[in-house]
C-alpha cells in the first residue's frame, strides 16, 4: 500500500517561509509526477505546483515567483519551498502522487494523496 507523509507546515508571518517535503512509501516502481494541492476553509481544492518526473513544472499563478517545487525520484519525495508567503496562503496543503505501484498482485497506476499538512500565516 502506497502512503503519502507530508512535513513542514506550520504557523509563520506574512513575508516568511516554510518548506513542505512529502516521502512516499511503497512498493512504488515508478513515480509519474507529483503535487501539492491547497484547500483553505469554505473553498474547493486547488493545485499550488506540480512536477513530472521529467523536471516540468506547473503552478498556480497565485505563487508564481514565491513558491518552488522539486522532486527527488529517487527518494520518492517532493518538496514546496514557500516564500513570502502571504495570509491568503493559509490553507491544509495536500501532497499527491501518480505512481505505478505493486498493488493486489500486479504493478497498477493510481493517484495517491497524504493527509494534509496545515499552513497559517498571520501576524
Known amino acids: 500500500q502506497v502512503q503519502l507523509v507530508e512535513s513542514g507546515g506550520g504557523l509563520v508571518q506574512p513575508g516568511g517561509s516554510l518548506r513542505l517535503s512529502c516521502a512516499a512509501s511503497?512498493?512504488?516502481?515508478?513515480?509519474?509526477?507529483t503535487g501539492w494541492h491547497r484547500q483553505a476553509p469554505g473553498k474547493q481544492r486547488e493545485v499550488v505546483a506540480r512536477?513530472?518526473?521529467?523536471?516540468?513544472?506547473n503552478y498556480a499563478d497565485s505563487v508564481k515567483g514565491r513558491f518552488t517545487i522539486s522532486m527527488d525520484s529517487a527518494k520518492n519525495s517532493v518538496s514546496l519551498q514557500m516564500n513570502s508567503l502571504k495570509p491568503e496562503d493559509t490553507a491544509v496543503y495536500y501532497c499527491?502522487?501518480?505512481?505505478?505501484?505493486?498493488?493486489?498482485?500486479?504493478?497498477?497506476?493510481?493517484?495517491?494523496w497524504g493527509q494534509g499538512t496545515p499552513v497559517t500565516v498571520s501576524s
Open positions: 499527491n502522487a501518480d505512481v505505478e505501484a505493486w498493488e493486489y498482485g500486479a504493478y497498477r497506476r493510481k493517484s495517491y
Open positions: 512536477i513530472t518526473s521529467g523536471g516540468s513544472t
Open positions: 511503497g512498493s512504488i516502481s515508478r513515480l509519474f509526477a
